[in-house]
């Protein structure tokens, strides 16, 4: 068995993060239009999650809204991030 270490999994939410942020941008919507589309009051974690600041992450359920929200399959978050 692999030992998975919180570098791991620093790495899997920082991927998460990226990717949420780059589908959120690809289809035109703002952190605030996101936020309020998965029932937040600001763009706070958003904000932080998008880029693992502090480690503040998405939940399942927070991840689940979004891409119900940006019309994705929810595989899609955990990716690897291809630059152009």
């Keep these: 068995m692999q030992d998975i270490t919180e570098s791991d999994i620093d790495t899997l939410h920082r991927k998460i993060g990226a990717n949420v942020m780059r589908i959120r941008k690809e289809k035109g919507i703002t952190q605030l239009e996101l936020a309020l589309s998965i029932g ?45």
């Design 40 to 84: 937040l009051k600001s763009v706070g974690l958003i904000s932080v999650a998008e880029i693992y600041h502090n480690k503040k992450h998405f939940n399942i359920e927070h991840l689940y809204k979004i891409a119900c929200v940006l019309d994705v399959e929810i595989v899609e978050f955990f990716k690897e991030i291809h630059t152009k």
